[in-house]
């Protein structure tokens, strides 16, 4: 039988993809994940789809404002106080997205104690680690995310109108995970968190992508790195339900949806990517072969993988 040919590359720019169908994909892979909970065992935790695609800063910002863009949205953060960035704030939205998805309410458990909620993430319990964390979660719920939906992204508001549509949400509207006692001049672990209302139905009406959480905290030196981990089997899972076999993406446009506003040359940007995609790749050995540099090595290629995403991501959770 004769092989089959590689199509034409797809431009970044001329690939365009369908909100609904979009969304059940979405939907599709939470339940699949789900039921996969139910057989293996809780080792899967979750990512908002959206957020795959626009990322969290990678360093301290300065300044109160964070933007970053991809071909469908846009995103701003705002705060008086420092912005939210680096491997804590990843931890712990990802760990809120599951707690959403997982239980269907807006009431997050966060342990017995603070022993208890470090172990579920992963983290060590050392002084220096409690205190970065316990500021970048201050940082991520004093923060207001702006979410900008593009005309490109195919999405119409409520009277069938196209153009640039908003959303502006507050995760919770609690900052502090301890309790002041003021008779007994104690902290008390106050054991959960309450998201926004319209947090919780941005969650669930957007559903979540599954991951092996242990081997994305063991990714945590390079947020970089914990983006792409989520990014690439998403992006291959969207790459597989469309007509086209690859697509083709530009380092420049990687590096403003990646790590905007950095200093850093186009040439740098693709070295600290290719390096932090070395990181992902041997937790994803099933796509080595969809994942190459282009001959004239300015684009990142993808080409459609022979198995099933949802199959491999099985798999990475046994």
Known sequence: MKKQEAQPFVSLEKFRENEKADRYREKALTLFALEQELEEGPKIFFWSPLFAQIC?????????????????YALRISSGFELPYGCFPRLLLSYITTQIIKTDSPIISLGKNQNQFFE???????????????QQALNLFRSMIEIEIKP???????????????????????CVFWE?????????????LQVSSKFFDFVKSKGGIPFNFHRYASL??????????????????ILQQQRHYSVSLQFPLLQKQFDPN???????FKIKFLNCLSMVMPHY??????????????????????????AILKKDDE
Not at 57 to 72: A, D, F, L, M, Y
Not at 120 to 134: A, C, H, Q, S, V
Not at 152 to 174: C, K, M, P, Q, V
């Open 120 to 134: 579920m993430l992963g983290l060590e319990k050392d002084g220096r680690t409690i205190r970065r964390f316990n």
């Open 180 to 192: 002041n006692i003021e008779a007994t001049h104690k902290k008390t672990w106050l054991g959960e």
């Open 285 to 310: 050995t099933d796509f080595y072969d969809n994942v190459k540099l282009s001959e004239d090595g300015k684009h990142l290629v993808l080409t459609k993988p022979k198995k099933s995403v949802e």
């Open 56 to 72: 969290l800063p990678h360093r301290k910002v300065n300044g109160t404002i964070w933007e970053v863009e991809s071909q469908k």
């Open 262 to 268: 950095s200093s850093l040359s186009v040439r740098d």
């Open 152 to 174: 490109e992204a195919g999405i119409s508001d409520s009277n069938r109108r196209r153009g640039n549509l908003f959303d502006w949400i507050h995760i919770s509207d609690r």
């Open 220 to 237: 945590t030196k390079s947020s970089m790195a914990m983006d792409l981990y989520i990014w690439l089997p998403y992006r291959l899972f």
